[in-house]
């Protein structure tokens, strides 16, 4: 069970900084709709929601990390 959850926390670790990635280099105009930020035609980026879908990623990542360890 163990290796699950730290699997799972990897991935979604993974999947937040890829929405990081995809905040800074995606206009608002092109994200997804369904993404929250989206507007339509706007050429603005959101460097606050990317910052923030890079700490829960890393965040994510290190209580994989914390959670891998030997007791």
């Not at 092109?30 to 700490?55: C, N, R, T, V, W």
Request: zero cysteines; aromatic letters at 12%.
């Amino acid at each position: 069970m163990k290796m699950i959850v730290v699997a799972g926390a990897v991935v979604v670790g993974l999947a937040f900084i890829g929405l990081a990635a995809l905040y800074w280099l995606t206009p608002a105009g092109d994200l997804p709709a369904y993404l929250p930020g989206f507007e339509q035609g706007s050429a603005h980026i959101h460097f606050k929601h990317g910052l923030g879908m890079l700490i829960l990623g890393l965040g994510a990542l290190a209580f994989a990390w914390f959670r891998s360890g030997a007791k």
